[in-house]
């Protein structure tokens, strides 16, 4: 019990520092800048406060997933909805019979 | 004993009809905390209560039973709904004359199926709770409550005839829809399982498993907060608990056991995914219900090894959802808005909610010392005495789980500040979040308070015997 303890902690550790690995590269690349920064000729420059929004959160993974791709399948139109219910139905029975 | 659920079904008809006639809400308030109270007292009496109505003798007449299982579950839907409508007074500003009754009848549906002994029985109020939900998602009348109030009719109508198709051929397979005597007259014939799977069909698409939860993200984003709570939690549980009880009192697990597992999994990975491209806040929320639905139903799939994790993931996810919802919903309030992408640094001006929201993520994800670590954990290791791959899977949608809800807590409360808000958050609308926070604290550290009775729950579903001996002699 104890070794499973170990195991499962440490992977989720794991997964969560891989999270947030993600979470850092997903943010940083889709900065929007609201202002835009002062040029000088020389000397170090910042850019003040910029904004993060929703959608560009984890858009790296997004795009690599090709979760659009899910995205589509839930189109709000009833008449897809109703042939995906049909097609779990006819699945459940038939899954049910070749089990059997 | 068997006067207290005649006392809860005169209360909740007293508070419909009273409250129809006086259209004073404060009426189906009092009644629905009432009955959490009524029900709350029956968990005293160690024995299955059993009420036979009109004196006619099961299998013939309607009988309701309350063994374990079913009072965890009336205590959790009454507990919620009466969150939920001390939390209405002022989240809900018009047509409150309608909204009530109809909560009222909404908690009176979801306990008849909990408690009802007969299959026919279960499908009209699964009608009854439906039809109320149809209703409550529609306030406030919007262009946008009324098509997804449409859609979440057609959807449940299909549902319900589902329910009701496999109920007809069962009571012409075995002669009876009480669910003791059809467990005795099961036969191991592809007929009855033809009957099952239609069956099933039905409460997947009320619990919204793959590939039947379409409508739910539709339904639950445009709701009010307080209706999107008890949707999410209570209405998708009870659809769970129907599944259930049919499973493991009529029919047996072992031949669903395996496509549970599998509609499970997908549940779990595609209401995560979904939930990670979002931008509007409760279709987020609502497509992590269907995440967290696929991991009761695998639970469930375990058969007895799951079956604890399977129902303390249930009660988790009904804590949790309500939690998210109502602490969403005091953002909406204020705001008027949904997307995430309009929100922002609201941190400073809501603390409570913040910490509520912050609470209730964590849990969802499965961080320890929270109420949603322990289920997740009892899960986990249910899982691995399976297959540790399952494990690794339920461990990896975790972490999705905990990405996505972090995309929110950041996107929502912190950042720079884009709305100011001018009203302060009445009380009746804090309360109810901070009794859910303090649960999934409470149940996260001492999980030993609740555990015993979640076995207890178990093992009433699995001991069949003492069902059927209780309900037919």
């Known amino acids: 019990m104890i070794e499973k303890w170990t195991i499962f902690i440490s992977v989720f550790i794991l997964f969560s520092f891989i999270g947030f690995l993600i979470y850092l590269l997903g943010s940083k690349r889709y900065k929007e800048e609201d202002s835009k920064s002062e040029m000088y000729k020389c000397g170090e420059f910042t850019l003040s406060d910029p904004e993060v929004h929703a959608d560009n959160f984890y858009r790296i993974i997004k795009d690599n997933l090709k979760i659009k791709n899910l995205q589509k399948i839930h189109s709000g139109k009833l008449n897809e909805y109703l042939q995906w219910i049909i097609c779990g139905v006819v699945i459940i029975i038939l899954l049910l019979l070749v089990i059997l | ?194 009957a099952l799977g239609i069956l099933m069909s039905g409460f997947f698409l009320k619990a919204a498993i793959f590939p039947f939860h379409f409508w739910l993200p539709d339904a639950h984003s445009v709701a009010p907060s307080s209706i999107s709570a008890l949707l999410s939690s209570v209405v998708v549980g009870t659809g769970v608990y129907a599944i259930m009880r049919v499973l493991f009192t009529i029919f047996g697990l072992s031949s669903f056991s395996i496509i549970l597992i599998c509609f499970g999994l997908i549940t779990m990975i595609l209401g995560g995914l979904m939930a990670f491209v979002q931008s509007d806040v409760k279709r987020l929320i609502a497509y992590s219900t269907i995440s967290q639905t696929g991991y009761i139903i695998i639970a469930i799939g375990l058969g007895s090894n799951g079956l604890s994790a399977g129902i303390f993931h249930l009660l988790n996810n009904v804590i949790m959802k309500s939690l998210l919802f109502l602490s969403i919903g005091i953002v909406i309030w204020h705001t008027g808005t949904r997307d995430m992408n309009k929100l922002g640094g609201l941190g400073r001006q809501m603390p409570i909610v913040m910490i509520s929201f912050l609470i209730g993520s964590l849990s969802i994800a499965g961080i320890p010392l929270l109420n949603g670590f322990v289920s997740k954990w009892m899960i986990y290791v249910a899982t691995w005495e399976v297959n540790p791959l399952l494990t690794v899977v339920c461990l990896i949608v975790s972490a999705i789980t905990l990405a996505y809800y972090m995309k929110a807590f950041s996107s929502i409360f912190l950042g720079p500040c884009r709305i100011k808000i001018k009203e302060k958050t009445p009380l009746c609308m804090i309360v109810p979040v901070l009794i859910l926070t303090a649960l999934c604290v409470i149940i996260g550290i001492f999980p030993q308070i609740i555990t015993p009775v979640i076995d207890q729950a178990a093992s009433a579903l699995l001991d069949k015997s003492t069902y059927i001996k209780s309900v037919l002699g």
């Open chain 2, 1 to 194: 004993m068997v006067i207290m659920i005649s006392y809860i079904l005169i209360v909740l008809f007293a508070s419909i009809f009273l409250s129809i006639i006086t259209k004073k809400y404060i009426i189906p308030i009092i009644g629905i905390i009432l009955v959490f109270i009524l029900i709350a007292f029956m968990g005293f009496f160690q024995e299955i209560i059993i009420t036979r109505f009109g004196g006619w003798s099961p299998p013939f007449g309607i009988v309701w039973i309350v063994d374990k299982f079913s009072l965890l579950m009336g205590l959790l839907i009454s507990g919620t709904c009466s969150l939920s409508a001390i939390y209405s007074i002022k989240y809900i500003r018009e047509r409150k004359g309608n909204f009530y009754p109809a909560l009222c009848l909404l908690t009176l549906g979801m306990l008849g199926v909990v408690f009802t002994g007969d299959i026919f029985n279960m499908y009209v109020f699964f009608e009854i709770f439906s039809i109320s939900s149809y209703i409550l998602v529609s306030f406030p009348l919007k262009k946008e409550t009324a098509e997804a109030s449409v859609k979440f009719l057609i959807m449940g109508a299909l549902s319900t005839s589902f329910i009701l198709l496999g109920v007809a051929m069962l009571y012409g397979l075995a002669g009876t829809v009480n669910i003791a005597d059809l467990a005795l007259k099961f036969r191991q014939e592809n007929v009855f399982y033809i």
